[in-house]
Nanobody, 123 residues
Framework: QVQLVESGGGLVQAGGSLRLSCVASGPTFSDYAMGWFRQAPGKEREFVGAISWGVGRTDYADSVKGRFTISRDYAKNTVYLQMNSLKPEDTAVYYC????????????????WGQGTQVTVSS
């Protein structure tokens, strides 16, 4: 069983930055690829980015590529989402998720999900 707890959300002006954190409980963090998804009001949950276990291969949605960066710290059982040049359309609840699968990160069938953290970008 893996529990995920996100933090770092908040209100930021357009053009600003935020860093989200997701702490995973359990001894097997290194066996999971970690993904970030988001859901805006009235919209479906969408893939943001992911990082594999092992070499740390990353994948990003086109809408965030070049602005968002995912990293992970195995010693802290934590995955980060650094968000720069934020836009109002980035406003959403952001979720981290864990999967034993080390490919097809854009598929939403992850094994574990966090509770989400709200990110609001004002114009």
């Amino acid at each position: 069983q893996v529990q995920l707890v996100e933090s770092g959300g908040g209100l930021v002006q357009a053009g600003g930055s935020l860093r989200l954190s997701c702490v995973a409980s359990g001894p097997t963090f290194s066996d999971y690829a970690m993904g970030w998804f988001r859901q805006a009001p009235g919209k479906e949950r969408e893939f943001v980015g992911a990082i594999s276990w092992g070499v740390g291969r990353t994948d990003y949605a086109d809408s965030v590529k070049g602005r968002f960066t995912i990293s992970r710290d195995y010693a802290k059982n934590t995955v980060y989402l650094q968000m720069n040049s934020l836009k109002p359309e980035d406003t959403a609840v952001y979720y981290c998720a864990a999967t034993r699968r080390n490919f097809y990160f854009r598929r939403p069938d992850y094994d574990y999900w966090g509770q989400g953290t709200q990110v609001t970008v004002s114009s």
